[in-house]
């Protein structure tokens, strides 16, 4: 079974226009991590913003924030104003356990937006 | 404050030959993660090291493949007699010690193709 599903291949949006990017995750710990990878064309793999399973707010980096609804296991991310720049893939991913016991992160297929003029 | 690097960026080898994949963490970093990216796929992780220890190798095929960290110099990954099916995009990630959730940062990554 996926661990991260990300059900949205491709996603188009209007430049300055906000698009909230899918994610649900599936896991039995209590705790655990949620991170948002960004994956321009040039390849490198960008950190966007990080949730916690134990965080109390939604997580918020500049134009980008994490729509966590714990209990339906989802964890959106939402680009605000989107800007040509923001097109790219979009990586989910899971640490599950701690980050004193476990570093490895469990991937998503990832979703690919394109920022339209 | 220079990040993590990778080389080579792309790397050829023909069936049967030997493929070392380099990575250098950024300073300060003492945990090294190898991920393998195929085409039109999300990351898979491979392997976590620390300086001179392998601490999870779950990832890691059992044939062909080996990763190290030793205490000077970078970290390797080692693909002996390539197939085509190792053909992919391999990233490196790094972080410090003590790190609060794990946050990982990536190299560019080096892409391997196998003729």
């Known amino acids: 079974a996926q661990k991260i599903t990300q059900t949205q291949p491709g996603m188009f949006v209007q430049e300055k226009e906000a698009v909230t990017l899918d994610c649900t995750y599936d896991?039995?710990?209590?705790?655990?991590?949620l991170f948002w990878y960004k994956q321009p064309s040039s390849g490198e793999m960008i950190f966007l913003i990080y949730?916690?399973?134990?965080d109390q707010q939604n997580a918020t980096e500049g134009r980008y924030s994490l729509n966590f609804q714990k209990a339906r296991k989802s964890a959106n991310l939402v680009i605000s104003a989107s800007q040509l720049g923001d097109s790219a893939m979009y990586f989910c991913?899971?640490?599950?356990?701690?980050?004193?016991?476990?570093?490895?992160?469990?991937w998503g297929l990832g979703t690919s937006l394109a920022v339209n003029p | 404050n220079a990040g993590v690097m990778q080389n080579p960026r792309h790397l050829v080898r023909r069936r049967g030959q030997e493929a070392r994949l380099r990575c250098s963490p950024m300073?300060?970093?003492?945990?090294v993660y190898w991920y393998r990216q195929l085409p039109e796929e999300g990351l898979k992780f491979m392997v976590y090291?620390?300086?001179?220890?392998?601490?999870?190798e779950s990832g890691m095929p059992k044939e062909r493949f080996s990763a190290e960290f030793p205490k000077e110099g970078p970290s390797i990954l080692r693909i002996q007699q390539v197939v085509r099916g190792d053909s992919a995009a391999y990233f490196c990630?790094?972080?410090?010690?003590?790190?609060?959730?794990?946050?990982?940062?990536f190299g560019p990554g080096t892409r391997l193709t196998v003729l």
């Open positions: 990630a790094s972080s410090p010690p003590g790190t609060q959730y794990g946050e990982q940062f």
């Open positions: 300073k300060g970093h003492s945990h």
């Open positions: 090291l620390q300086k001179e220890n392998i601490i999870d």
């Open positions: 896991t039995s710990d209590p705790s655990y991590g």
């Open positions: 949730q916690g399973s134990y």
């Open positions: 991913a899971m640490r599950e356990g701690t980050a004193g016991n476990n570093r490895k992160l469990i």
